[in-house]
Nanobody, 127 residues
């Protein structure tokens, strides 16, 4: 059974950093694109960062460019989202999602393109 489990969220002060992990199981990670999405209260779910199954191409929302970095370690079945210089507007539940299986440089960035989702991890940025 395909499964994604997020961890690493928490409460952090503005300007701080967190690293989110998405641990996968039940499928061959290297054949799946992975995306990080977030949803704040009262707002739609939005794409934050995505990485192709090949790992060659990535996507970042304008609001996080230069502050967030996505990476994947297929050997550990894990995709990471390193978040730095966090702002209160980054507060949301963060989800990872998988789309595949295929090996490609294509980066899906829309929520409807992703078939499998984790349960989410809360990130709160507040002083």
């Amino acid at each position: 059974q395909l499964r994604l489990v997020e961890s690493g969220g928490g409460l952090v002060q503005p300007g701080g950093s967190l690293r989110l992990s998405c641990v996968t199981s039940g499928f061959t990670l290297e054949l799946y694109s992975i995306g990080w999405f977030r949803q704040a209260p009262g707002k739609e779910r939005e794409g934050v960062s995505c990485i192709s199954s090949s790992g060659v191409n990535t996507y970042y929302a304008d609001s996080v460019k230069g502050r967030f970095t996505i990476s994947r370690d297929n050997g550990k079945n894990t995709v990471y989202l390193q978040m730095s210089d966090l702002k209160p507007e980054d507060t949301a539940v963060y989800y990872c999602a998988a789309e595949g299986p295929y090996f490609s440089d294509y980066v899906p960035i829309a929520t409807f393109e992703y078939d499998y989702w984790g349960q989410g991890t809360q990130v709160t940025v507040s002083s």
